[in-house]
């Protein structure tokens, strides 16, 4: 399975950008989905995540009230909505999947709950 995600790029505080991460195989059995983000120098973060069939989202706090995440099952594509973007924001972010049938809050934002990882994609914001 792999994952590509997709949309990063230089975006000025205040705006908005949309990020997307689409899987190679539509078979493929994952329960989750989820977003990630590494600034320089820092510990990769939990950002959020989204539960493939059925109900439930997840967005860390620091992002709750400007990020969401949505999910096409028809295009098989996980999309991660940006406004507000602050120059704290500037990271790579990295969609991974999780095969998982149990997910809390605290599994989910650990990275080893996650089987898949895309690539990244830079996200840049300047002040």
């Known amino acids: 399975v792999q994952l590509q995600a997709s949309g990063g790029g230089l975006v000025q505080a205040g705006g908005s950008l949309r990020l997307s991460c689409a899987a190679s195989?539509?078979?493929?059995?994952?329960?989750?989905m989820g977003w990630f983000r590494q600034a320089p120098g820092k510990q990769r973060e939990f950002v959020g995540a989204i539960r493939w069939s059925g109900v439930g989202t997840w967005v860390a706090d620091s992002v709750k009230d400007r990020f969401t995440i949505s999910r096409n099952s028809a295009r098989n594509t996980m999309t991660l909505q940006m406004n507000e973007i602050q120059p704290e924001d500037t990271a790579v972010y990295y969609c991974a999947a999780a095969a998982q049938l149990v997910a809390t809050w605290e599994r989910l934002a650990d990275r080893t709950f996650w089987n898949y990882w895309g690539q990244g994609t830079q996200v840049t914001v300047s002040s």
């Open positions: 195989e539509r078979t493929f059995t994952r329960s989750y």
